[in-house]
């Protein structure tokens, strides 16, 4: 019963009807789960259907795993998979038709894999047919997540899921600047194919979530290298949060490879390019400092999008998650989408057959447009990702030895709309003035504009990124704990603070996990999907708890 009072869990078990049912991010409706349309804004049979592509991804898998087949050899395949995960993220696609789309080229795929091998007993996943949209909607009533009756085992199969979407994310970002690791393909497959296997024990499971982390840290590794190898490390930068006088283009999303695209295409046009939300870390690397129509950054987390985009003026790229339906139409007609991101009706731009993107329909309407409105001025610091943090850290070490610094806090993670969430924004301002703040993702935003100061020229909030480079922040850790002759990362003057919203926070909590790292609070509330006796396991063995109070949080904290 405590845990239950804790936790906030019901189960929701044989015999409950809804539309639909989703509780893969944090603002699932009452903290159980959205059953009549997600307060992301997706409707039923978005809904549905999602549901549907993660289960014909399950079916490929099972091909794949029991006909023992060569990852080696289904290029083509391992990115099809990569790209179904990746369009169920949160707020990351909300076309109908693209969705279906993707469900018929799953089918497809797996009927071609199965027809070369002779597995037999194979699992519904990998033998059902879905012509019409119809039929996709009939079959995805019987395989949503409670088609799963043991709450404990739907609870870890779930978040084994939420952490493939996560790692297929950092993945696919890799993939398009080349990079790729097949070892992550067979794990991929292994983990969907597991999800289906009925015989395995909750130990197994729990193991295999672990494992899911350990994969994690190897795809966001792979994305740093990309990253890094493509575009250099990123260096500490001033980014002008105010705006020229210039027709513009804001880009929102991750994909990096689309900004230099975007970039590229738009030198010596007279459009302005801005970064919103998640793409601000863009201008950390040096790559990126030579086009001069880079400006600046505009705006605020994903969840303002709806006020901002309404002063930007100028048309709007995403190039993956976090797409807010827009409720104006005349903000829709602005709205152009690449990649595993998409919305009815918003232009979709596909790659040719070399990846090269055409953006000309995105200058041309930019140049027709009024500049943007200035809402705010000044400038944000970033650019402390591990190689810049490990420049300094014998500056940083002598200022742990001297007691200048008392305790770094990982705010790392995601902001959201929840009132609740100014929490970290008061945490930030109550933090003791000897404490610095490591962050990455748009948790940021809640308080990377206040004025914190610096510690010996070293500034209180270090910026590593987008929650893609959270990967930072274990290195950094990691490097530190090997500095101090530590044997153990959690005698570390480091505590872990972290907000969270859709799946590749997901990822990145496994991520940590597997490194060892222990009590770990998550909020601003914990997981839907976590049962009461999985939470329990994750309390006990790891010490993951939740947030309380600002005051107590840090007088806690600090204690430790």
Known sequence: ?????????????????????????????????????????????????????????KGIAEVIKKGNLDVNELKEVNHQVLTSLFITITNANFDDDAIEEHIRKNIAARNSLRAKISASNLHDAATFEANTKESMLDKASSIGVLSTQNED???????????????????????NLEKENNDIYSFIYEALAATLNDSLSADELVALTLK???????????????NTSKYGNPEITEVNIGVRNNPAILI?????????????????????????????????YPAFKKYDNFVGNYGNAWHKQLEEFETFKGPILFTTNCIVPPRKEEI??????????????????????????????????????????????????????????????????????SGAIKKFFVMAGCDGRMKSREYYTEFAQKLPEDTIILTAGCAKYRYNKLDLGDIGGIPRVLDAGQCNDC????????????????????????????????QKAVIVLLALLYLGVKNIHLGPTLPAFLSPNVAKVLVETFGIAGIGTVDEDIQLFMAQ
Not at 166 to 173: D, P, R
Not at 352 to 376: Q, R, T
Not at 475 to 502: H, M, R, S, T
């Open 153 to 175: 085992v739907r609870s870890l199969r779930e978040m084994i899921i939420y952490g493939l979407k996560g790692m297929a994310a950092y993945t696919e970002h890799a993939v």
């Open 471 to 502: 990967y930072s922040l274990a290195v950094i850790a990691l490097k530190l704990k090997e500095v101090f002759g530590l044997d153990d990362i959690n005698k570390l003057p480091i505590a872990f603070n972290i907000a969270w919203y859709e």
């Open 252 to 284: 929102s999303g991750h994909d990096l490879k689309d900004l230099e695209q975007l970039l590229e295409q738009t030198q010596g046009t007279g459009v302005d390019v801005y970064t919103h939300s998640e793409m601000l870390p863009a201008h950390y």
């Open 1 to 57: 019963m405590f845990l239950e009072k804790l936790f906030g869990k019901k189960d929701k078990g044989k015999g409950t009807k809804m539309s639909m049912f989703c509780y893969q991010c944090q603002e699932a409706a009452k903290g159980e789960g959205c059953q009549i349309q997600g307060v992301c804004g997706k409707k039923e049979n978005t809904a549905k259907l999602q549901d549907l592509l993660i289960y014909s991804t």
């Open 332 to 401: 829709r007609e602005r709205i152009f989408t690449t990649g595993s991101s998409g919305y009815p009706d918003c232009k979709h731009i596909v790659p040719d057959a070399n990846g090269k993107k055409d953006f000309s329909e995105v200058i041309e309407m930019a140049k027709k447009l009024p500049a943007p409105v200035e809402i705010e001025t000044g400038k944000l610091v970033g650019g402390f990702a591990h190689n810049q943090v490990l420049a300094l850290a014998d500056k940083v070490v002598e200022a742990v030895k």
């Open 212 to 226: 899911t982390g350990e994969y994690g840290v190897k795809a966001m590794a792979l994305l740093d290298e990309a």
